[in-house]
């Protein structure tokens, strides 16, 4: 049968117009588009070239291409890719807009699941891997930021760049090619979640199916309990808990979720429930958690919670022009900047400095700032001055709470994986120069960092930097 002229149409930027800024990445962007020609709306993950070629991503690009094309629209789990196209900057993903965004989102929403709503999306979830498992696809980074809720509220797995195809007539992932080790060898970088690796990664780089059933019940644990089982202010810390199986649960934690979360967090990746099944996944499904569960129909998804969600239809206005060009992209861009969650900020007070502070008051501060969810990272250090701030590398731009504290530091911390990233280290070299209101530079003796505060407060945080630095290293502050 022939596919209609629009389906084997050639594609472009042009075809569509482009809206909302729905994700970042470390080098992509994915938009809300909508077809001119039929109205129908997508998310358009957009990737600039000169980003992959820079951050050596092809293979991460081409990998998810490969298995969003292998998953195709046969199974309803999945985020399916209609076309694929690009211009002389950028290439172009169109995929299916998961209307009701992530399941993060709603655990971060609602703190946890009733066991009802853990039931249903634990299953599906373990169907969705069936699926991938049979067409020979490990995720290897499956996390709630990955697991996205469709306008029907059934789940949409996405993101496949860390994805590994098993190569045919094999049936386990453990003996990989020279290219797919170099692969595992960037992983553990783990730009992304560090939560959610399984020990295997950790130790030899090594992956295979059970790799996703780890992360399975990481993420039944997060669903139950509104929080991550491997927790800690640093990623080494956190994989050290992951390699010593070192978790807690919390008080009311469901007892048969309880009994299948610990079936799955196995260290030994055959041991885990599920991964020796001749019928992929029986000993699942027969587990105490689905008792009662038709699994050739799940039926309509439970209600998250008895509060109503009220999430509004996003609507790209009808006077935007097709086409995604630098003015658009930055437009859209700044559209976003509003949205991040920063903290209320006072100035400070002009005739007093940031570090004019008696003992009493430090205590008295210091005590009101353990409620602060980033006074974990500042070795009770007193914070003087935080807020997100883009700290730029090259290219690319990470955004970053950052944490001005006496001492001296100045910490910053990724706010979405609550993760220590980093410390500009202070010396009497150190020295704060604004470019303007946004944009402003930290030079240390061996690095100069670019930062941009997207609120504006460049020249403020140059201010209290100084004083800071007046502070500890008054010599230098008067030689300057």
């Given at each position: 049968?022939?596919p ?17 800024v ?30 992959i ?21 046969s199974c309803?789990y ?21 209307k009701n965004g ?9 703190q ?14 373990v169907?969705?891997?069936e699926y991938?498992?049979?067409k020979g696809i490990?995720h ?16 949409l797995?996405?993101?496949f ?14 003996n990989?090619?020279?290219s ?20 295997e ?20 644990y ?5 929080l991550?089982p ?36 196995v ?5 885990r429930?599920?991964?020796?099944d001749?019928k992929?996944?029986t ?8 008792i009662g ?7 309509p ?25 630098e003015?658009?992209?930055s437009?859209?861009?700044l559209?976003l900047l509003?949205l991040a969650?920063?903290?209320s900020?006072?100035k ?5 400095k940031?570090t ?38 090259g ?20 706010p ?5 990233k ?14 303007n209101f946004k ?8 690095r100069?960092?670019y ?7 460049a020249?403020?945080?140059?201010k ?17």
């Open positions: 049968m022939t209609p002229v629009e389906e084997v149409r050639k594609r472009s930027a042009s075809d569509y117009v482009f809206g909302k729905l994700g970042e990445g470390s080098f992509s962007t994915v938009y809300l588009a909508k077809d001119v020609h039929t109205n129908k709306e997508y998310a358009i993950k957009v990737l600039k070239k000169v980003h070629i820079r951050e050596k991503k092809t293979e991460y690009v081409m990998r998810e291409k490969e298995v969003l094309m292998l998953l195709g629209s309803q999945f985020v399916r890719l209609y076309w694929t196209f690009q211009d002389a900057e950028r290439l172009y993903f169109v995929l299916t807009y998961a992530e399941l993060l989102k709603q655990i971060d929403k609602h946890c699941f009733n066991i009802e709503c853990t039931r249903y999306y634990a299953a599906e979830l169907l969705a891997l991938l498992h049979s490990v290897r980074d499956l996390k709630p930021e990955n697991v996205l809720f469709d306008e029907n509220w059934h789940i797995i996405t993101d760049g860390s994805a590994k195809i098993v190569k045919e007539n094999t049936e386990k992932c453990d990989e090619t020279e797919d080790t170099t692969f595992h060898k960037r992983r553990n970088s783990f730009v992304g979640t560090a939560q959610f690796v399984s020990p990664m950790l130790t030899d780089t090594s992956s295979s199916y059970a790799s996703d059933l780890w992360a399975l019940g990481c993420i039944i997060q669903i139950v309990s509104g991550m491997f927790r800690g202010p640093s990623e080494y810390l956190i994989f050290q808990k992951i390699l010593n199986l070192d978790y807690v649960y919390p008080e009311g934690f469901d007892k048969t979720a309880k009994d299948l979360v610990e079936k799955l967090l260290i030994v990746p055959n041991k429930l599920g991964a020796t001749v992929p996944y000993s699942i499904r027969e587990h105490e958690l689905f569960l038709n699994w050739d129909n799940l039926g998804p439970p209600r998250i919670s008895d509060v109503s969600d009220n999430i509004s239809d996003i609507i790209i206005p009808d006077n935007l022009e097709p086409g995604l060009d003015a658009t992209a437009r859209l861009q559209d509003p969650p920063t903290p900020r006072k400070s007070q002009p005739s007093r940031i004019d502070l008696s003992p009493e008051e430090i205590e008295q501060r210091l005590e009101a700032q353990k409620s602060n969810p980033y006074h974990v990272f500042v070795s009770s250090n007193l914070i003087l001055k935080q807020g997100l701030i883009d700290k730029k590398k290219l690319f731009a990470r955004r970053r709470m950052f944490l001005l504290t006496l001492g001296p530091h100045l910490y910053y911390v990724d979405v994986t609550m993760v220590l980093g410390e500009i280290p202070w010396s009497g070299g150190i020295r704060a120069e604004a470019k944009i402003f530079f930290v030079h240390t003796p061996n100069k960092y930062l941009e505060d997207p609120e504006g407060y020249l403020e945080w140059c209290v930097i100084e004083e800071v630095k007046a502070y500890y290293f008054p010599e230098q502050s008067e030689a300057k």
